[in-house]
Structure formats: C-alpha cells, structure tokens
C-alpha cells in the first residue's frame, strides 16, 4: 500500500484554469505538508497542516487554498492558474512536532501552457 | 526562513569523501535529512532529535550541533548509487523547511 498517494502524477493546463491537487496519508500522521519544487530543485514549503488546522502558510499566493476533509487528506486548489505556477508539487506527512520522518508522495508534475 | 546548505553541488570519484552542512538561524527541534534522485521523491535518511547526537547505516552518518543550530553529513567511500540531490530539513516552530539542496554526483 502506498504511505503518501498524490493525484494526478501529471497536469497539463492552461493558463487562467482552475485546477486541484488529491493527496491521501494511510500512516496516521497528523501533519501534512504542501511543497513546491522548481527548475532549480528547491523544495519550497507551502503549506503545513496539523489536525485539520492551517499551522504555517508561507508567502503563497491566495490563488493557491489547502483543503483538509479529514485528517488522511490535504487537497491542493489552484485558481486562475500563471505560466509561474509550473512546477512540481509535493505532498508529505510527518508525525506532530517533525519528531518523525516525513513521507512524501510520488508529486505531481503541474504544466502551465 | 529555509535553512543554509553548502556546498552546492559536489562532484566526486566512486570511493571519494564528502561532507554536506547545513544551518540555521532558528532554535531547532530537530534536522532530518533527505535524498532525492531524478525524477523522483525525496526519501529520508535519517533523523537527529538531539544536541550531540551522531547517526549513521552503511556510509552515510550525520551529527547534531544544537548549540551551534548546524548539522553535517558525511559520505564515506561514496558509491554510484549516491548521486542525488541531498537536503537538510529542520524542524523548528514554523514546520519542516528543507534547505535549496547539495547536488551530489558520483563518477566512476
């Protein structure tokens, strides 16, 4: 069974379109991250969630909203996506605190036409 | 604030030494450190918790430094299957942030 499943693995879109990321933990852990990672390989962090509350938000656009159902899911909205936005996109778990190794899924490769 | 890496990129011979450091200007609870190969997810390493602590399985073992808020990690006798991109992430109250990455290249 996978620990982290993001959906989809690739995402071709244009610009000014509307798009969502899926991302499921079967671990039990209690946070859950959003980064984002360049050209230049830099693994940005952008969103933190712990128990289904928004713990950190770094300076991301407003275009871009996590949204946790349930403690097993942090979904990714895009809105009014920009050629900038292309990029791979990661998700992660980790137990509270970072006391415990983070998991992260297999990312999702966002395009922007 | 990310944390610092240096160096940047590395490139060695199969059998060579390397040493990655990271720091930070923040109290940390922790530093984790990853790997990433091409096209895929970072994988983690290993985990230091606390000020003094040293880690390691097979070649590869990092050090703590609490006070000095620096962690380092050591290839010994680096193999093929090294190569990647190598990150520090560090705990700390805004979360788990990872520094821009050590480029490591192994060559026969």
């Known amino acids: 069974d996978t620990a982290v499943s993001q959906t989809p693995k690739y995402l071709v879109t244009q610009m000014g379109n509307d798009k969502s990321i899926k991302c499921e933990q079967n671990?039990?852990?209690?946070?859950m991250y959003w980064y984002k990672q360049d050209s230049k390989k830099f693994l940005k962090i952008m969103f933190s969630y712990n128990n289904k509350e928004l713990i950190i938000n770094e300076t991301v656009p407003n275009r871009f909203s996590p949204k946790s159902p349930d403690k097993a899911h942090l979904n990714l909205h895009i809105n009014s996506l920009e050629l900038g936005d292309s990029a791979v996109y990661f998700c992660a778990s980790s137990q509270v605190g970072g006391q415990g190794k983070a998991f992260f899924g297999q990312g999702t490769r966002l395009t922007v036409v | 604030q990310q944390p610092v890496q240096s160096p940047q990129a590395v490139i060695l011979r199969e059998g060579e030494d390397a040493v990655i450091n990271c720091s930070s200007s923040k109290a940390l609870y922790s530093v984790h450190w990853y790997r990433q190969k091409h096209g895929e997810a970072p994988v983690f390493l290993m985990i230091?918790?606390?000020?003094?602590e040293q880690k390691g399985h097979d070649k590869i073992s990092a050090s703590f430094n609490e006070k000095k808020q620096q962690s380092s990690l050591y290839l010994t006798a680096s193999q093929l299957s090294y190569s990647g991109t190598y990150f520090c992430g560090t705990d700390s109250a805004d979360g788990l942030t990872f520094g821009k990455g050590t480029h490591l290249i192994i060559q026969p």
């Open positions: 230091l918790l606390k000020g003094g």
């Open positions: 671990l039990g852990h209690d946070t």
